[in-house]
């Protein structure tokens, strides 16, 4: 619940600072924390025993989910895309 108070408030506040140009530089920099992030968590998988013990038997059913939530994802992108491009033709 606290996450997502926060993400809230920083959208409020991204609305009210939209036209500070100093700001408009963030997406580029939230880019590369979100990279930064993604890397020290896989070094935190990769030096825990346990998770890298378990990783073939956890690994077939990560894969075959994550590979489910990305044809998802491009089919709802691919509909939503139908649906737009439908209604601007009208």
């Given amino acids: 619940m606290t996450i997502i108070l926060i993400?809230?408030?920083?959208?409020?506040?991204?609305?009210?600072?939209?036209?500070?140009?100093?700001l408009h530089h963030l997406g580029k920099t939230a880019t590369v924390t979100v990279w930064m992030l993604i890397f020290v968590f896989g070094i935190s998988l990769g030096s825990?025993?346990?998770?890298?013990?378990?990783?073939?038997?956890?690994g077939v059913t990560a894969l075959f989910v994550a590979l489910m939530g990305v044809a998802g994802s491009v089919l709802a992108a691919w509909?939503?895309?139908?649906?737009?491009?439908?209604?601007r033709k009208k």
């Fill in 7 to 22: 993400l809230l408030i920083s959208i409020a506040v991204g609305l009210m600072l939209r036209k500070v140009r100093a």
């Fill in 48 to 58: 825990n025993k346990e998770i890298i013990s378990d990783f073939g038997r956890m």
């Fill in 79 to 87: 509909g939503l895309m139908y649906i737009i491009g439908k209604n």
